[in-house]
């Protein structure tokens, strides 16, 4: 039904451009992939970008541009969020150096200055300079740098925890559980009190499962830190719901 979707899409919407994406999820489920049939129309036949590419489309969305392509929207999202927000100072950690490429081109295209660790090795000696600005985009793993900032007594008044998706199945819940917990707990450290952790899902199968919340609070126990559930937000409209993770 490919083609009749394509010829919908662009008579309601009036898009020119549509680019196709295999679900993985379905893949997951051992459901079989399937080649579109070739159609007249060229725009069909759009190959999809590299996911590496910064892309040379920009979109605007709540006052703030970003470079897009065909698999990339709106990345570095939380981290302009805030330096355009009024933050006087940002850390985003991302273990894809692409998707800080990216971060990094979209904090350039709204004016977002960001700080540059420079290091130089000159006659034995290691010199190093730092760029003052206000975004810093540290490639790592997130676990590792969590701990690592935990130990140096570092605290943010805001963090945003927004990992992959760790259950894309409902066969994977358990595993993804203690991964959840272990990074919420993490994250709650280095929230001082009075402070604001905004913590993510996107498995659909853990959110469908009802069990996120309390795997927030398992880990608020395990750092025995009081917590307060200020809000319980969802996806928005434009993100719909699946349920292949049923």
Same mark, same amino acid.
Not at 129 to 145: L, S, T, W
Not at 172 to 178: E, G, I, P, T, V
């Given at each position: 039904?490919?083609?009749?979707?394509?010829?919908?899409?662009?008579?309601?919407?009036?898009?020119?451009?549509?680019?196709?994406?295999?679900?993985?999820?379905?893949?997951?489920?051992?459901?079989?992939?399937?080649?579109?049939?070739?159609?007249?129309?060229?725009?069909?036949?759009?190959?999809?970008?590299?996911?590496?590419?910064?892309?040379?489309?920009?979109?605007?969305?709540?006052?703030?541009?970003?470079?897009?392509?065909? @698999?990339?929207? @709106?990345?570095?999202?939380?981290?302009?969020?805030?330096?355009?927000?009024?933050?006087?100072?940002?850390?985003?950690?991302?273990?894809?150096?692409?998707?800080?490429?990216?971060?990094?081109?979209?904090?350039?295209?709204?004016?977002?200055?960001?700080?540059?660790?420079?290091?130089?090795?000159?006659?034995?000696?290691?010199?190093?300079?730092?760029?003052?600005?206000?975004?810093?985009?540290?490639?790592?793993?997130?676990?590792?740098?969590?701990?690592?900032?935990?130990?140096?007594?570092?605290?943010?008044?805001?963090?945003?925890?927004?990992?992959?998706?760790?259950?894309?199945?409902?066969?994977?819940?358990? @595993?993804?559980?203690?991964?959840?917990?272990?990074?919420?707990?993490?994250?709650?450290?280095?929230?001082?009190?009075?402070?604001?952790?905004?913590?993510?899902?996107?498995?659909?199968?853990?959110?469908?499962?009802?069990?996120?919340?309390?795997?927030? @609070?398992?880990?608020?126990?395990?750092?025995?830190?009081?917590?307060?559930?200020?809000?319980?937000?969802?996806?928005?409209?434009?993100?719909?719901?699946?349920?292949?993770?049923?």
């Amino acid at each position: 039904h490919r083609q009749v979707i394509t010829k919908a899409l662009r008579d309601i919407t009036g898009v020119s451009d549509i680019i196709w994406r295999v679900a993985d999820v379905m893949r997951l489920e051992g459901l079989e992939e399937r080649e579109a049939e070739s159609s007249d129309d060229a725009l069909d036949d759009v190959p999809q970008e590299d996911s590496e590419a910064v892309g040379d489309t920009q979109i605007m969305d709540r006052g703030i541009k970003y470079w897009v392509n065909g @698999k990339s929207q @709106k990345t570095g999202g939380f981290a302009l969020n805030a330096a355009m927000g009024g933050a006087e100072s940002v850390v985003a950690v991302d273990s894809s150096g692409p998707a800080l490429d990216i971060a990094r081109a979209n904090a350039t295209l709204n004016g977002v200055r960001i700080k540059i660790r420079i290091t130089i090795l000159y006659a034995d000696m290691i010199l190093a300079m730092i760029v003052e600005g206000i975004c810093r985009f540290e490639k790592a793993d997130c676990a590792k740098f969590m701990k690592a900032a935990a130990a140096a007594g570092d605290l943010f008044d805001i963090v945003v925890l927004d990992p992959p998706k760790l259950a894309p199945t409902r066969g994977s819940l358990r @595993k993804a559980r203690h991964k959840y917990r272990t990074l919420n707990a993490l994250a709650m450290r280095l929230v001082p009190p009075g402070g604001l952790l905004m913590t993510c899902s996107c498995s659909g199968a853990m959110t469908q499962s009802g069990e996120f919340v309390d795997v927030v @609070k398992e880990a608020s126990v395990q750092v025995r830190r009081d917590i307060t559930l200020l809000r319980k937000a969802g996806a928005a409209p434009c993100h719909t719901v699946t349920h292949w993770s049923l």
